[in-house]
């Protein structure tokens, strides 16, 4: 059983920076392709960026192409999302999955789920 842990969440000013971290235990993330979303007030959990360890291909969607990247560290098993030029509709509570396949993009399609860190980005 996998377990993910996100962290780096924070409040922040338009034009910042930030950086998610997902630490996962109990299984190797290397397996699984590593997802990020992100739920804002009201809002459906939305699909933002996936990386497939085994593809070695990370997918975006538009509105984070050019401002959001995702890294990993494969020995400390972590995988980061790196979000920079933050806009205010960028306020969410972000989530990382792990899921099999590769480049999964639907919620149904991951496994295992990280309880959430919250980004608030004011204007």
């Known amino acids: 059983q996998v377990q993910l842990v996100e962290s780096g969440g924070g409040l922040v000013q338009a034009g910042d920076s930030l950086r998610l971290s997902c630490a996962a235990s109990?299984?190797?993330?290397?397996?699984?392709?590593v997802g990020w979303f992100r739920q804002a007030p009201g809002k459906e959990r939305e699909f933002v960026a996936v990386?497939?360890?085994?593809?070695?291909?990370?997918y975006y969607v538009d509105s984070v192409k050019g401002r959001f990247t995702i890294s990993r560290d494969y020995a400390k098993n972590t995988v980061y999302l790196q979000m920079n030029s933050l806009k205010p509709e960028d306020t969410a509570v972000y989530y990382c999955?792990?899921?099999?396949?590769?480049?999964?993009?639907?919620?149904?399609?991951?496994?295992?789920w990280g309880q959430g860190t919250q980004v608030t980005v004011s204007s």
């Open positions: 999955a792990a899921g099999p396949g590769v480049l999964p993009k639907l919620r149904q399609e991951y496994n295992y």
């Open positions: 109990g299984g190797t993330l290397s397996r699984y392709s």
């Open positions: 990386f497939s360890w085994s593809a070695s291909r990370t």
